[in-house]
């Protein structure tokens, strides 16, 4: 089950602990973008396994940046139904936010990871035999962030508008 709300509910704030936890800075309560149109957060047998947001910024020229700050637990990163790729429930968390932001008006959605070329192609086959959408990827890198780490690798549905970098 997916459950979409527009703000942080206890279970995402639960799950972003977790990541403090593990080490991952970015995904504190306090680093994470409290601006989101929506959080999605999915569950296995009612219990939260997995969370992402999604967001805007002006230098996305229309496009909503979709499961941002996605944290899986790891001890439901092997669920029934995952091999090589991503995840079936993380597709279905993408659909949702996709589902639930559309009246917003954008252009595209977009999926970027600090990840290399290799790592994100081997995603786009396996996103688009889930997903309800066609997602593209270039191999080139688009500005997401600003900053040294807001160049990144991305998959996109709908119009491409974001910043190329060369």
Same mark, same amino acid.
């Given at each position: 089950?997916?459950?979409?709300?527009?703000?942080?509910?206890?279970?995402?704030k639960y799950?972003?602990?977790?990541? =403090?936890?593990?080490? /991952?800075? *970015? @995904?504190?309560?306090?680093?994470?973008?409290?601006?989101?149109?929506?959080? $999605?957060?999915? @569950? %296995?047998? =009612?219990?939260?396994?997995?969370?992402?947001?999604?967001?805007?910024?002006?230098? /996305?020229?229309?496009?909503?940046?979709?499961?941002?700050?996605?944290?899986?637990? !790891?001890?439901?990163?092997?669920?029934?139904?995952?091999?090589?790729?991503?995840?079936?429930? $993380?597709?279905?968390?993408?659909?949702?936010?996709? #589902?639930?932001? #559309?009246?917003?008006?954008?252009?595209?959605?977009?999926? &970027?990871?600090?990840? &290399?070329?290799k790592?994100? $192609?081997? !995603?786009?086959?396996?996103? *688009?035999?889930? &997903?309800?959408?066609?997602?593209? /990827?270039?191999? %080139? *890198?688009?500005?997401? $962030?600003?900053? *040294?780490?807001?160049? #990144?690798?991305?998959?996109?549905?709908?119009?491409?508008? !974001?910043? =190329?970098?060369?």
């Open positions: 089950m997916i459950l979409i709300s527009k703000h942080y509910t206890d279970d995402a799950l972003y602990r977790i990541a =403090e936890e593990r080490g /991952f800075i *970015n @995904y504190s309560i306090q680093n994470i973008p409290n601006d989101v149109y929506c959080v $999605a957060v999915a @569950y %296995h047998n =009612e219990t939260p396994i997995a969370v992402s947001s999604a967001y805007e910024r002006d230098m /996305f020229n229309n496009m909503c940046r979709v499961q941002n700050r996605y944290y899986c637990n !790891l001890k439901y990163s092997n669920l029934k139904g995952f091999g090589k790729g991503i995840r079936p429930f $993380a597709v279905t968390m993408i659909d949702h936010q996709i #589902q639930f932001i #559309q009246k917003y008006g954008f252009d595209g959605y977009f999926i &970027s990871m600090e990840r &290399s070329r790592a994100m $192609a081997s !995603l786009i086959d396996s996103i *688009n035999i889930q &997903s309800r959408h066609q997602w593209h /990827f270039t191999g %080139h *890198n688009y500005r997401v $962030a600003t900053g *040294n780490g807001g160049v #990144q690798q991305i998959l996109w549905t709908g119009n491409l508008k !974001l910043d =190329e970098e060369t």
